[in-house]
């Protein structure tokens, strides 16, 4: 299986300012055709997942512009350029490039 | 709207079974992927296994071969999963998603508690 390890774990981020989350595979993502089968999810409180990015820097539909992703083969990265409030909650990066898909741990982001 | 709706909580004894709906709308059922992720309280996100709705063909995590099995009725657009053998570690929200290497959307969350 596919190992997914994100960090920080915790991200205290001050509204307004920028917040980093890195991810790494444990093998290359990029499939036989050259995708890289890598995305972000966000989680806020009490709700499911939604899906933010994906192919490592594709925002979904309706996602804000603050929202970017970036990487190559096993190093990816979800940057949100000004934190908002409704920001808050945790954040996951999933592999698809085989069965079974796997997710990272989580990186919750809260206000300090 | 493109919507996966799931059927309400469950409590369940040790040893019981538990099935799960995930009734689409909005979108053709048989033409994308479904997907069941489960979440223990305050834990992360667990790859169950996944269902192609036109052929019915599926595929489960390791760690659910023999005790989960994802069906589908395409005549009212659900797909169901059933995990049999429940413990205690079972207690978690289960989720559907819709999509093959894409997750979205995903269903609301079903609650199952196994307890004695």
């Known amino acids: 299986d596919i190992v997914m390890t994100q960090t920080p774990l915790t991200s205290p981020v001050t509204l307004g300012q920028p917040a980093s989350i890195s991810c790494r595979s444990s093998q290359s993502l990029v499939d036989s055709e050259g995708n890289t089968h890598l995305s972000w999810l966000q989680q806020r409180p009490g709700q499911p997942p939604r899906l933010l990015i994906y192919r490592i820097s594709k925002r979904f539909s309706g996602v804000p512009d603050r929202f970017s992703g970036s990487g190559v083969g096993t190093d990816f990265t979800l940057k949100i350029s000004r934190v908002e409030a409704e920001d808050v909650g945790v954040y996951y990066c999933?592999?698809?490039?085989?069965?079974?898909?796997?997710f990272g741990q989580g990186t919750k982001v809260e206000i300090k | 709207q493109v919507q996966l709706v799931q059927s309400g909580a469950e409590v369940k004894k040790p040893g019981a079974s538990v099935k799960v709906s995930c009734k689409a709308s909005?979108?053709?059922?048989?033409?994308?992927?479904i997907n069941w992720v489960r979440q223990a309280t305050g834990q992360g996100l667990e790859w169950m296994g996944w269902m192609n709705p036109n052929s019915g063909n599926t595929g489960y995590a390791q760690k659910f071969q023999g005790r989960v099995t994802i069906t589908r009725n395409t005549s009212i657009s659900t797909a169901y999963m059933e995990l049999s053998s429940l413990r205690s570690e079972d207690t978690a929200v289960y989720y559907c998603?819709?999509?093959?290497?894409?997750?979205?959307?995903w269903g609301q969350g079903t609650l199952v508690t196994v307890s004695s």
């Open positions: 998603a819709k999509g093959t290497r894409t997750f979205d959307p």
């Open positions: 999933m592999q698809a490039k085989q069965f079974p898909r796997t």
């Open positions: 909005g979108y053709s059922f048989t033409s994308y992927d």
